[in-house]
């Protein structure tokens, strides 16, 4: 069962360099999730998308745009890479509210 | 605002012993408690959770306690093992029923 799919695994980036982060899973869950990982600090909510079709701002949005491209799958882009957006960045589902969120194993994101 | 928190960074535990992780949580309205553990370089991996209905629940060696009164949720496993050396987080719902996640406890376990 591969679960939640996350490319690339790694990445380094110029600042003012656009890329997309993509996540896909395969367990037919309706949630997906974006989230940006700190050193020392707890997972932190970037956007989420609660069905196919919407998408809302998390704790952390500003730098960041997403598409749910449809019920797998779900990315994550930034369109003029800052050095404050060196993260790891993980992509999480669920079925539906009050259910476990099933991570990636994220993309280490490093901006110079 | 809300805020998920653990008491203590680092957790050293000798193999065999049990261990406890303690978490406190401020939002009253919270009705949904997770535990996750994150080895390093992985994504979280989900352990057990719990609902506000619920004071106790337990798993393969794990148990979660829940106290609402207090605002308090713990993880204990039982006879450590070193592949339980990790990173320990818990998350509770908010309001909208998103997931507000602690900073984590980092767990050693010693031979």
């Known amino acids: 069962n591969a679960g939640v799919t996350q490319t690339p695994k790694f990445q380094v980036l110029k600042t003012g360099q656009s890329m997309t982060l993509q996540c896909a899973q395969d367990m037919n869950h309706n949630s997906m999730y974006w989230y940006r990982q700190d050193p020392g600090m707890g997972l932190r909510l970037i956007y989420y998308?609660?069905?196919?079709?919407?998408?809302d701002k998390g704790e952390v949005p500003n730098g960041y745009n997403v598409s749910r491209l449809n019920k797998r799958e779900f990315s994550l882009r930034l369109e003029s890479a800052a050095p404050s957006q060196t993260s790891v960045y993980f992509c999480a589902s669920r079925v539906y509210s009050n259910q476990p969120q099933h991570f990636g194993d994220g993309t280490r994101l490093s901006i110079l | 605002g809300e805020s998920v928190g653990l008491h203590l960074p680092t957790l050293s535990v000798q193999e065999g012993d049990n261990s406890i992780i303690n978490c406190a949580y401020s939002n009253s309205a919270s009705d949904y408690f997770i535990w996750y553990k994150q080895e390093s370089g992985k994504g979280p991996q989900f352990i057990i959770d719990i609902r506000s209905n619920m004071d106790k629940r337990q798993g393969q060696r794990v148990t979660v306690l829940l106290n609402k009164t207090v605002k308090h949720l713990s993880l204990q496993i039982a006879a450590t093992q070193p592949g339980d050396s990790a990173v320990y987080f818990c998350?509770?719902?908010?309001?909208?029923?998103?997931?507000?996640f602690g900073a984590g406890t980092q767990v050693v376990v010693t031979p």
């Open positions: 998308s609660a069905s196919e079709g919407t998408t």
């Open positions: 998350a509770a719902s908010d309001s909208w029923g998103k997931l507000q």
